[in-house]
Structures are given as structure tokens and as C-alpha cells.
């Protein structure tokens, strides 16, 4: 009678679980004909194992039961507030830099900055005033090339325009259609900045007079 290989090797001892490092033990419960092996877990498994399971409880008891950290919530709340400021702050220094002659002279005469103000616009104002800036003959909106400015010719007031929208007191184009603020979760201040200078561009004789 042939002697089982795995009874037979002096190295595999029947045991519940391996006590020693190297240690090779055969477990003494078996199931359907399955026999299983133990061995003793290496110290920087048991050791990442125990480091996880600390960590776990630490940030259990600190974040749900004292309450020592900030929710999902007030931490994303405190980043939107943060990032308001920071477009606040970016469109008052914006603002403190700008004129009308910095508009025309300075971010219309160069081309990089008008090719974004082009790309912003098709992306977000070409809905209502068409690519070509006739607003499907005045169907979709009000036309930005037909040398009217509803309010306001001069740069800064387009670029206000465009920030604001419509203003509170106007009633807005043809039948109330108004215009609502592109500036803030839609556009940058740069963006606007960008935009004003696409359509002053593409305007040259509504604004020669600020020509340097």
C-alpha cells in the first residue's frame, strides 16, 4: 500500500496552526477529502495588518464619534468658499488693471488673447449670438455687429455686460429675452477679459476712437 506524500513528510506536522516561522503545518479539520496547509504569517504582513486596523479605529473614533475633523460636507463647503474668494480676488485685480484703453490697445491687439476670447465665446456665447455674431438676424439675440451697444459703447461696458448680464432695470431685447451673468461658474474674469476683446476685435470701427 502506497504511503500518502503529504502524511509521510517529516516536515508537515498536524496541527491546529502554525506556531513557529519556516513551520509547515497540516490543519487537522478536513473537508470533503480537502486537506489545508498553515503557515505562520510573516511579520510585515501581521505588522501592515495591525497598523491598518489601528488606523482604521483612530480615524473612526476622531471623525464619527468626537467629531475632532471636518465633514465631506463642511471640507467641500470651505473649498467652494475658498474658491469664490479666489475669483473674487482674481476678477478685483482684473478689474484694477483694466480700462477701456487696456481693452483696446493691450488685450485686443494681441492675438493669443483674442484667439481665446474666440474659442470662449463659440463655446459659451455663440448659442444666442451666433458664430458670426449676427445672432440669426437678431432671432436668438441681440447682434454684436451692427454697431449698436444696448448698454453702453464703450469697452468696459461690454466687458460689464457680459459679467453682469442684463441689468436689473432694463427690459431686456424683444419679447424680455435678457441676457443672464456669464461671469462667475461660467466664465473667468479672464475669460470675459478674453471675450471683450474677440468682439472688439471684430468691431474695429465701433472703437477706433480708443485707438492708440
Known sequence: MNEDPITSNEAIKRADYAREKGEVVLREHE??????????????????????IAVFLTYYLVYYTLDLLPSSKESMDQRVTE??????????????????????NTFSTNPDFVAKGKEAYIQSCAACHAADLGANGGMTGRPLNDGEWAYGSEPMNIFKMILHGTPADSKGYKQGMRMAPMGGAQLSPEQVAQITAFLIDSNPNDFKSYKK
Do not use: C, H, R
Request: charged residues 25%; negative net charge.
Open 31 to 52: 473537508y470533503d477529502g480537502i486537506q489545508e496547509f498553515d503557515q505562520k504569517l510573516p511579520n510585515w504582513w501581521l505588522f501592515t495588518l495591525w497598523a491598518a
Open 83 to 104: 474658491i469664490e474668494e479666489l475669483k473674487q480676488a482674481e476678477l478685483q485685480k482684473l478689474l484694477e488693471s483694466m480700462n477701456d484703453d487696456t481693452l483696446v
